[in-house]
């Protein structure tokens, strides 16, 4: 089959055309599609790994939440066991009725310092220095255990207890002891 | 043999070569062709509608969690900060040091030819609670070194009893020049001061060794 020369350009210019349309269906029309699907789910395949440590942090969260929750419980406990008020109003009387026994002297309890507990946030650190002029050693040791036990934030740094010159059956005893006390 | 003539030929012939019009094959391939990219263009499009729902469904669920875990993650410091002062609360009731205990222990071990007149002691604040003690006083007997002597490994042995590490050594022994009287008897004496060491609690982990690096 022979074509004649104004069939050949028709040819010519329905393949140029051809080729035109292809090229603008690729570069106009599919092209932005693609590539639109191709962005979304990398933005997608992004977000993933942020959406399961978002997920793994709640779940963490939740989890400290409530051991935190328990620790407050714990922490009201302890907090019921000092009274209000400043701790030197409520203390020193405290030492000198767990202290009072038959023949011994009032105690006398100074307030030494007061600084906030670094480590422990809302407590401060309180010192005192307890004398104890007159006492007898075994009823001491006792009314000793009873106020260790009954002061579980209480902790005695230094002890003394020296023999009476002027009454030897009687000695007296100093102590220095730090308590943690709530703000 | 009969003669077939054809008259149509002519026809039929300019028939085939208007169906072979390579102009109208051509139409016809590209209307082809465009049909099918159509077709896919628009399944593509029905794909990226579908993975725009499922990023917006994403994009959704992000925007949701991210803050939730941000403000979540600034909580759990305070409950940190909670759990942790009740811990350490906890640790400084639990490993405090009782003197009451300690009194019992020593006055348990003395015995009526042995008089302390002075006990003095400091807990040293750590992990690992230290505690010095200074016992002083006289022993009295036929040989009051000897009285001492089982005085301090008394005192020892009852505190191994209770703490990890005990020791008792004495800082000063000597015969002092005044006598006792014990039961009746006159008795030669001696002064004593024992230094008694306890420590109890547990000693932190050693670090593991390191590679040296060759």
Redesign the interface.
């Known amino acids: 089959?022979k074509?004649g020369k104004e069939?050949t350009k028709?040819?010519f210019l329905?393949?140029t055309f051809?080729l035109a349309?292809?090229y603008a269906?690729f570069n106009g029309?599919?092209g932005p599609?693609?590539r639109?699907?191709v962005a979304?789910?990398k933005?997608?395949a992004e977000?993933?790994p942020?959406?399961q440590?978002?997920?793994l942090?709640?779940a963490?969260?939740q989890e400290?939440?409530k051991?935190?929750q328990s620790?407050?419980d714990?922490?009201a406990q302890?907090a019921q066991m000092t009274p209000h008020g400043a701790p030197v109003a409520w203390f020193p009387p405290q030492v000198a009725a767990a202290f009072k026994t038959e023949g011994s002297d009032k105690a006398l309890t100074r307030l030494v310092g007061e600084t906030p507990e670094k480590?422990?946030?809302?407590?401060d650190r309180v010192s005192w220095a307890i004398e104890l002029p007159r006492i007898e050693?075994?009823s001491f040791?006792?009314a000793?255990?009873e106020f260790?036990n009954s002061h579980?934030?209480l902790?005695?740094?230094?002890?003394?207890?020296?023999?009476n010159r002027e009454a030897a059956e009687t000695q007296r005893v100093l102590m220095s002891a730090q308590h943690?006390i709530k703000k | 043999m009969a003669l077939r003539l054809n008259l149509y030929h002519e026809i039929e012939r300019d028939k085939r070569a208007k169906s072979r019009d390579p102009l109208k094959l051509g139409i016809l391939a590209v209307l082809f062709a465009g049909a099918g990219m159509l077709s896919y263009y628009f399944w593509q499009l029905g794909v990226l509608r579908g993975v725009e729902q499922d990023y917006r469904l994403t994009r959704a669920q992000f925007e949701e969690l991210v803050p939730k875990a941000e403000a979540a993650k600034k909580s759990e410091q305070e409950w940190a900060n909670v759990v942790k002062a009740k811990e350490r609360l906890l640790e400084r009731m639990e490993e405090r040091f009782y003197w009451a205990p300690f009194l019992a222990q020593v006055s348990r071990v003395v015995e009526g030819d042995v008089q302390i007149t002075k006990l003095s002691g400091e807990v040293q604040a750590a992990k690992i609670r230290r505690c010095n003690i200074a016992v002083e006083g006289v022993a009295a007997g036929h040989d009051p070194r000897k009285t001492a002597e089982q005085l301090r490994v008394a005192i020892r042995d009852e505190l191994q009893t209770r703490f990890r590490v005990v020791n008792a050594t004495f800082r000063t022994l000597e015969e002092s020049p005044t006598p006792a009287s014990i039961n009746g008897k006159i008795q030669g004496t001696a002064l004593f001061q024992i230094q008694i060491q306890v420590a109890s609690g547990e000693e932190a982990p050693p670090k593991p060794p390191t590679r040296k690096k060759r």
Not at chain 1, 155 to 163: K, P, V
């Open positions: 089959m074509l069939e028709r040819l329905a393949g051809a349309v292809v269906f029309l599919l599609v693609l639109d699907q979304k789910r933005s997608i977000l993933a942020q959406i440590a978002a997920k942090a709640l963490k969260a400290s939440e051991a935190a620790a407050k714990v922490l302890i480590e422990i946030a809302g407590y050693f075994f040791g006792q000793l255990a260790e579980p934030l902790e005695i740094y230094s002890l003394s207890i020296e023999g943690l």
